[in-house]
Nanobody
Framework: QVQLVESGGGLVQPGGSLRLSCAPSRSIFSLDAMGWYRQAPGKQRDSVAAITSGGSTNYRDSVKGRFTISRDNAKNTVYLQMNSLKPDDTAVYYC?????????WGQGTQVTVSS
């Protein structure tokens, strides 16, 4: 089983920035879509952003213009640059990577935006 390892979460003031990173624990030759979900307390886990192997991106409406997803295919690493953070962005963020029908998940990283 492949484990995705996340880093970059933490505590930040409103308006601040964080950059999340996610990479597999061992080498993988190729991955298809990669992206991020988040789950806030008492809420369902929702998709935040996704990026295809070709670089096409999608974002949920609430983060458009503030978050940027990118990937380094040579490293099979996906990033989430989060700017202008708001308290509503507080959640555990989970990265994922899809290889055909198979989906790998990260362990989750806490993002807390204080007010």
């Amino acid at each position: 089983q492949v484990q995705l390892v996340e880093s970059g979460g933490g505590l930040v003031q409103p308006g601040g920035s964080l950059r999340l990173s996610c990479a597999p624990s061992r080498s993988i030759f190729s991955l298809d879509a990669m992206g991020w979900y988040r789950q806030a307390p008492g809420k369902q886990r929702d998709s935040v952003a996704a990026i295809t192997s070709g670089g096409s991106t999608n974002y949920r409406d609430s983060v458009k213009g503030r978050f940027t997803i990118s990937r380094d295919n040579a490293k099979n690493t996906v990033y989430l640059q989060m700017n202008s953070l708001k308290p509503d962005d507080t959640a555990v963020y989970y990265c994922y990577a899809a290889d055909g029908p198979r989906v790998y998940w990260g362990q989750g990283t806490q993002v807390t935006v204080s007010s």
